[in-house]
């Protein structure tokens, strides 16, 4: 895995992971994983990819953008299962005062916000207690 910045504290980096976030506490965080530029991960678990994409499918995402989580992310209370593309400026926050709920990308549990395999959440997008 390559680390660059970021403030670790009671987190698991599984193999084969690229992190420029800011902060990741409580977490784990799974095989393959990318995530961007100043987002913070709490209390959370990122599944990670079944693959890497190449710089062409980075560059050039099918669905918006490439997996694993943009810059400027906060995501807490959540799990994120594989595969998912999360844009940029995206915020996903459980809480216990969320009513259970789904939609096609994500559902909503007891509180935590599990974001569906291979979804994508557009930029800018807010989930749950913002």
Not at 27 to 54: H, L, P, Q, W
């Amino acid at each position: 895995s390559k680390i660059y910045g970021t403030f670790l504290n009671r987190a698991l980096l599984a193999e084969g992971c690229i992190v420029h976030a800011k902060k990741v506490d409580r977490a784990v965080i799974g095989i393959r994983s990318r995530i961007g530029e100043g987002s913070e991960i709490n209390n959370a678990i990122v599944m990670g990819a079944d693959y890497y994409e190449n710089i062409e499918e980075i560059k050039n995402p099918k669905e918006g953008a490439p997996i694993g989580i943009g810059d400027n992310c906060i995501i807490e209370n959540a799990i994120i299962d594989k595969n998912v593309r999360i844009g940029h400026d995206v915020t996903i926050k459980g809480s216990v005062t969320l009513e259970d709920g789904e939609t096609d990308t994500y559902v909503i549990r007891d509180g935590i916000i599990v974001v569906k395999k291979s979804a994508y959440i557009p930029s800018g997008t807010q989930i749950g207690d913002v």
